[in-house]
């Protein structure tokens, strides 16, 4: 399957900036089952000042604002080939150790109410972590409802649990701290979802990937029950959302800003010759 993304971000500073640098993660993955067919990045009052690879493998693009400007854009689009392996990305690779992801983060570190929730899970069975972990996957999902506006990028996973309510992003650090408190390594996930009642959506979305003896890391999308599919574009990987955060930099001078963010992604159909 070919995806078609179109991803925009807008930020309208309070005051003209006087410097600042944004850290860009927002080039999908080269992985198992992924490829990217064709990708731009454009801006409007900021310039590239170099990419490199970090420690996760993603690929991170600096950019320094103009002196003296209010607003900011980021436009990226692209053509990204997918397939369907089942969530199944594979063997450990990358700069980083597998025990790496079994730390704890800040993010991710259980309370006393996400660790009762691991209570009601049946007791592991070593010999099938698979079906262990969409347990887990579905339990989490009953118990913590997706309702959007409510949680930010720095509620923690026991936080949410607390509250009840979360997005994407508090399910998958809700996965990721329970399954590292039971001794699978974890990791979080950001990318892009193809939706299947529209194009346009107001955000990246977010997942889970689990390592399983035999598999290798596995994918796991909470908030809609499944393993990711061909729909699915994996663009960066972390401890947890900080490590993957699509946008994250510093300033001097109009510190306050208001973002806005737009995302399409849809199919792109195959042009034949007739």
Known sequence: MKLAIRHTTHYAFAEPVAHAL??????PKET???????????????ERELEFDDQHCN??????VNAGIREVTVMCSGVVETQDHAGVIGRHSGHLPLWSFLRQTPLTRP???????LRDLPERDMSAPLGYLHALSDLIRECIT?????TGVTTTAEEAVVHGY???????HIFIGAARAIGIPARYVSGYLMMDDRIDQDATHAWAEAHVDGLGWVGFDI???????PRYVRVATGHDYRDAAPVTGISFGGADHALHVEVAVERQQDQTAQ
């Open 111 to 117: 309370g006393p109410r996400l660790r009762a929730l």
């Open 146 to 150: 997706y309702q959007s506006g409510t």
């Open 59 to 64: 690929t991170v693009t600096l950019i320094g």
């Open 22 to 27: 944004q850290r860009l993660r927002l080039t």
């Open 32 to 46: 198992q089952g992924q490829r990217i067919v064709e990708w731009t990045m454009q801006f409007e009052n900021a």
């Open 223 to 229: 908030s809609n029950g499944i393993s990711p599919d």
């Open 166 to 172: 979360g997005v994407c992003q508090d399910h998958a």
